[in-house]
């Protein structure tokens, strides 16, 4: 089983910064993917951004070229850089990593403000 531990959300104005982290531990020789989901009050679980253990990346629409996912697999750590935010980006921010299983954090609240 793999554990996940996010931090780095928080409130910020529109157009401001934030940096997500999520550390993993436990059975981490299994994981393969790595990424971001979101959920908004009142809407649907989303794909925010994913990397593969090469490095491959994808992103929702909405957040490519402001959103930057990257990973150190020396420290199982996915990291996301959330630049130019929008309050539409307002939003639980949940990290996962797919393995023997699939594993979820806890969540952090992102919060921007018009």
């Known amino acids: 089983q793999v554990q996940l531990v996010e931090s780095g959300g928080g409130l910020v104005q529109a157009g401001g910064s934030l940096n997500l982290s999520c550390a993993a531990s436990g059975s981490t020789f299994s994981i393969n993917n790595m990424g971001w989901y979101r959920q908004a009050p009142g809407k649907q679980r989303e794909l925010v951004a994913r990397s593969t253990r090469g490095g491959s990346t994808i992103y929702v629409d909405s957040v490519r070229g402001r959103f930057t996912i990257s990973r150190d697999n020396a420290k199982n750590t996915v990291y996301l850089q959330m630049n130019s935010l929008k309050p539409e980006d307002t939003a639980v921010y949940y990290c996962?990593?797919?393995?023997?299983?699939?594993?979820w954090g806890q969540g952090t609240q992102v919060t921007v403000s018009s």
């Open positions: 996962y990593a797919d393995g023997l299983e699939l594993n």
